[in-house]
């Protein structure tokens, strides 16, 4: 499954970055890209694990829109 996430708080490349790597870092989570510029975040994944993915990019201090 593929999922577009909004994103509030993820400024930089180096914000990005942190937030790619902990999405991916997620079990079920194939593949990941944050983008600082769209304010976004794509994700691959199996399973339902939705809240683990924004737990994730709230753990890293950026706000999930939806």
């Known amino acids: 499954m593929q999922k577009k996430i909004y994103v509030v708080g993820m400024f930089d490349d180096d914000t990005a970055g942190k937030v790619q790597a ?9 593949s990941c890209v944050a983008s ?3 304010s976004q975040v794509l994700v691959d994944y ?6 683990a993915i924004n ?4 753990g890293t ?5 939806g």
């Open 46 to 51: 199996e399973g339902s694990i939705d809240d």
């Open 55 to 58: 737990a994730a990019i709230t």
């Open 61 to 65: 201090g950026v706000e999930v829109l």
């Open 22 to 30: 902990a999405v991916c870092a997620v079990t079920g989570v194939t």
């Open 36 to 38: 600082a510029a769209k």
